[in-house]
């Protein structure tokens, strides 16, 4: 079949890699219908003949992201299922160049598979993250029951409420999210408004939790970013059979939160 990932072993790895971790996802019942969506800063790995390839449709983009200009990304498509990403991740999702400007973006492969309606907090993301010189190239976008059922408490929604129980649940957490999670209120998905406050706390935070939605993190390789909600995820597990063993946890002391904090040298 012809397909842009013929004879480009860089880009079919990394598609794969997507491909596994959408399976993941799903596994984890994270991803009900067409929950969370996935997007890659794949331009290392195109082909210097990319930026001449023909558009197969062409999408004006919501505002300008002149930081990702001429840019190419791979993205889930909106509607699709995480359990078929998984097994045919070219039929449910798109390769997107960003045009000189950044005004908009042409669908260039494989398929017209139009891109996920969260593409303003994803591009909106990738841009703050170049803009802040960070190498990050991977946005993931998911449904975690256990982390959503926390951020329906006005408790938890507290600032450094979430971060510092899930933190306090095993010793990992604090390790793997540093700066702990930031919590964005309700707003409609799929909006600037989501996208424009998704970016405020990614300024301060390793991961955001959007109220009653779901959880978003940034990272180099998708695994890792799997990796990091699994973990909070494991935290969240951990709190809630606590509470379903009839007690509150006691969790870690802030003693031994501050000891991890200077062994591993994160911050505080
Ligand atoms: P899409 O199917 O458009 O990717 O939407 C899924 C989702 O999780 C919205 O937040
Ligand atoms: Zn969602």
Same mark, same amino acid.
């Given at each position: 079949?012809? /397909?842009?990932?013929?004879?480009? $072993?860089?880009?079919?790895?990394?598609?794969?890699?997507?491909?596994?971790?959408?399976?993941?996802?799903?596994?984890? *019942?994270?991803? $009900?219908?067409? *929950?969370?969506?996935?997007?890659?800063?794949?331009?290392? !790995?195109?082909?210097?003949?990319?930026?001449?390839?023909?558009?197969?449709?062409?999408?004006?983009?919501?505002?300008?992201?002149?930081?990702?200009?001429?840019?190419?990304? !791979?993205?889930?498509?909106?509607?699709?299922?995480?359990? !078929?990403?998984?097994?045919?991740?070219?039929?449910?999702?798109?390769?997107?160049?960003?045009?000189?400007?950044?005004?908009?973006?042409?669908?260039?492969?494989?398929?017209?598979?139009?891109?996920?309606?969260?593409?303003?907090?994803?591009? /909106?993301?990738?841009? =703050?993250?170049?803009?802040?010189?960070?190498?990050?190239?991977?946005?993931?976008?998911?449904?975690?029951?256990?982390?959503?059922?926390?951020?329906?408490?006005?408790? =938890?929604?507290?600032?450094?409420?979430?971060?510092?129980?899930?933190?306090?649940?095993?010793?990992?957490?604090?390790?793997?999210?540093?700066?702990?999670?930031?919590? @964005?209120?309700? $707003?409609?998905?799929?909006?600037?408004?989501?996208?424009?406050?998704?970016?405020?706390?990614?300024?301060?935070?390793?991961?955001?939790?959007?109220?009653?939605?779901?959880?978003?993190? @940034?990272?180099?390789? @998708?695994?890792?970013?799997?990796? @990091?909600?699994?973990?909070?995820?494991?935290?969240?597990?951990?709190?809630?059979?606590?509470?379903?063993?009839? =007690?509150?946890?006691?969790?870690?002391?802030?003693?031994?939160?501050? $000891?991890?904090?200077?062994?591993?040298?994160?911050?505080?």
């Amino acid at each position: 079949m012809n /397909s842009i990932l013929n004879n480009n $072993e860089m880009l079919t790895r990394e598609v794969g890699k997507i491909a596994e971790v959408a399976g993941y996802l799903w596994q984890r *019942g994270w991803a $009900e219908y067409n *929950g969370g969506n996935i997007s890659v800063n794949i331009t290392d !790995y195109m082909p210097a003949d990319a930026a001449n390839m023909p558009s197969l449709k062409t999408i004006t983009l919501p505002k300008a992201f002149p930081l990702l200009a001429d840019n190419f990304f !791979y993205i889930t498509g909106t509607g699709k299922r995480m359990r !078929y990403v998984a097994t045919a991740p070219m039929d449910n999702g798109a390769i997107l160049r960003i045009n000189h400007d950044g005004t908009a973006c042409d669908i260039i492969a494989d398929k017209e598979v139009k891109p996920t309606s969260e593409l303003p907090s994803h591009l /909106s993301m990738h841009h =703050f993250l170049r803009e802040k010189g960070q190498p990050n190239r991977v946005v993931l976008h998911t449904h975690p029951t256990d982390l959503v059922a926390m951020s329906h408490s006005a408790y =938890f929604l507290k600032p450094g409420v979430l971060t510092r129980t899930l933190w306090a649940m095993i010793p990992e957490c604090r390790i793997i999210a540093p700066k702990g999670v930031g919590i @964005v209120p309700y $707003e409609i998905p799929g909006t600037m408004d989501l996208a424009n406050a998704t970016i405020k706390q990614l300024a301060q935070h390793d991961v955001v939790l959007w109220e009653k939605h779901g959880i978003l993190a @940034v990272g180099n390789d @998708v695994i890792d970013c799997f990796d @990091v909600i699994d973990t909070l995820s494991k935290s969240a597990q951990i709190y809630l059979n606590a509470k379903m063993m009839g =007690f509150t946890p006691d969790g870690m002391t802030e003693a031994q939160l501050d $000891e991890l904090a200077d062994v591993f040298k994160l911050p505080r």
